[in-house]
């Protein structure tokens, strides 16, 4: 059964910096992995989605990596900004009906 | 832009009464998902569809029915509230499972 995992749980920055955030998933049979961005008390923003055939995609400050092989996902945000702040979700798709798999996601806070 | 809409952004019910949420796409997508999200589980898939009067169980279809009556519109039924239904409903919408998945600004239900 597939299984997503989000380490740290939550992280703390100063503005300014350069971050990753991390996703490993145990079965590297996947469509592809999605990166998303949830407010509090909002609903789930698309950031990026890699196909499986992709190694990385880039959007804006945002580059996200994958290595199906390995079973690790990186999503990069560079010189992070307190907007920023926010949890960032990874999730996988794959399986007989295709569904996401979701890890539990990564609290960003950036400080001003 | 894709727009997938919730009827409710909050809403508050008694035990035992019939709930209906409704989730609404403008993208013609055949795919449509319902999750639940509650603090320390993540998201956790209700039901889905892949076309019209179609359904499927996810992984925790206990005590929720769905309905998919047009293409656009996927509603989750709830037929008796009841405490441990208190959560935050996220619907979905998504073309196939080679695209990405979009999602609704949620619903705060509150049963007392």
């Known amino acids: 059964k597939q299984e997503v995992t989000q380490i740290p749980a939550a992280l703390s920055v100063p503005e300014g910096e350069n971050l990753v955030l991390n996703c490993s998933f145990t079965d590297s049979a996947i469509y592809n992995l999605q990166w998303f961005r949830q407010d509090p008390g909002k609903g789930l923003t698309s950031l990026l989605l890699?196909?499986?055939?992709?190694r990385e995609q880039t959007s804006g400050r945002l580059n996200a990596s994958l290595d199906k092989s390995s079973g690790r996902s990186t999503l990069y945000i560079a010189a992070s900004q307190p907007g920023d702040s926010a949890t960032y979700l990874c999730?996988?798709?794959?399986?007989?009906?295709?569904?996401?798999?979701f890890g539990k996601g990564t609290k960003l806070s950036v400080k001003p | 832009d894709v727009k997938v809409t919730q009827s409710s952004r909050y809403l508050v019910k008694r035990t035992g009464e019939k709930v209906f949420l409704e989730c609404v796409q403008d993208?013609?997508?055949?795919?449509m998902f319902w999750y639940r999200q509650d603090p320390g589980l993540g998201l956790r898939l209700i039901y889905f569809?892949?076309?019209?009067?179609?359904?499927e169980k996810g992984d925790i279809p206990e005590g929720y029915s769905v309905s998919r009556e047009k293409k656009e519109r996927f509603s989750l039924i709830l037929e008796s509230a009841s405490t441990n239904q208190t959560s935050m409903y996220l619907c979905?919408?998504?073309?196939?499972?080679?695209?990405?998945?979009?999602f609704g600004p949620g619903t705060r239900l509150t049963v007392t």
């Open positions: 979905a919408s998504r073309g196939t499972p080679f695209y990405e998945q979009y």
């Open positions: 999730a996988v798709t794959g399986g007989s009906q295709g569904n996401l798999i």
């Open positions: 890699i196909q499986s055939s992709q």
């Open positions: 993208m013609d997508h055949e795919n």
């Open positions: 569809s892949y076309d019209v009067k179609m359904k």
